[in-house]
Each structure stands twice: as structure tokens, then as C-alpha cells.
């Protein structure tokens, strides 16, 4: 699968795909921890613009990035969530790992 990823000023973007299950977060985890250990990236951004599903295998997911980025001193954000993905981040506890940006779609 391929993903869409923006680097700049040492933050990496992250476009997450319309559906974050268990196939795609094997491979989103992969090609992102590849790009984080290649460009040493301080600020790592999930945009949930597009993303209309996400199940416990997103959330291992982003838990494990954030882990991986509180070794290396870095911030997890958020951008873009619609009011299912922001449930599930309150539900979850995600929100209390990654900083929600405001300004996301509200369902």
C-alpha cells in the first residue's frame, strides 16, 4: 500500500488513509518508523483528513509511534479528525498521548 507523507522543517506528515485497519497500519507503521529513523524527525503529524475508519489496530498504531517518539524527545499530533475519529482518540485515551489540533470536521 502506499501513503502520502510531507517532510519539512524537520516534522513529518502523515496522511492517513480512509480506512486505518489492520492491513494498512502494518504497513503505514513500517514506512513511517522507516521515514522517522531516516530523517530523525522532531514533530511527527497524523492528518485524519480523509480517514473515515479506524479500529484497535490504528490505535496500536499511534501508540506506538508516540512511544517511539517520546524516546527521541519529539511531539505526535493530530489534525483533521471528523467527530468519529475524535471519539475514538477520547475513548481510547490517544487523546491524552497526542496533541489535538483544532480545526478538524465536525460529524
Keep these: 500500500m502506499i501513503f502520502q507523507y510531507e517532510l519539512k522543517d524537520n516534522s513529518l506528515r502523515v496522511m492517513v488513509p480512509k480506512e486505518l485497519d489492520h492491513h494498512s497500519s502494518i504497513d503505514l ?20 483528513k480523509d480517514t473515515e475508519f479506524m479500529d484497535s489496530s490504528g490505535i496500536g498504531m499511534m501508540i506506538g509511534r508516540c512511544k517511539n517518539m517520546d524516546f527521541t524527545g ?13 471519539k475514538i482518540f477520547l475513548l481510547s485515551g490517544l487523546h491524552k498521548m497526542v496533541k489535538i489540533e483544532e480545526g478538524g470536521e465536525e460529524e
Design 29 to 48: 507503521r513500517s514506512q513511517t518508523d522507516m521515514l522517522l529513523q531516516t530523517y530523525h524527525v522532531k514533530n511527527l503529524v497524523f492528518d485524519f
Design 74 to 86: 519529539g511531539e505526535v499530533r493530530a489534525e483533521h479528525m471528523n467527530g468519529r475519529i475524535r
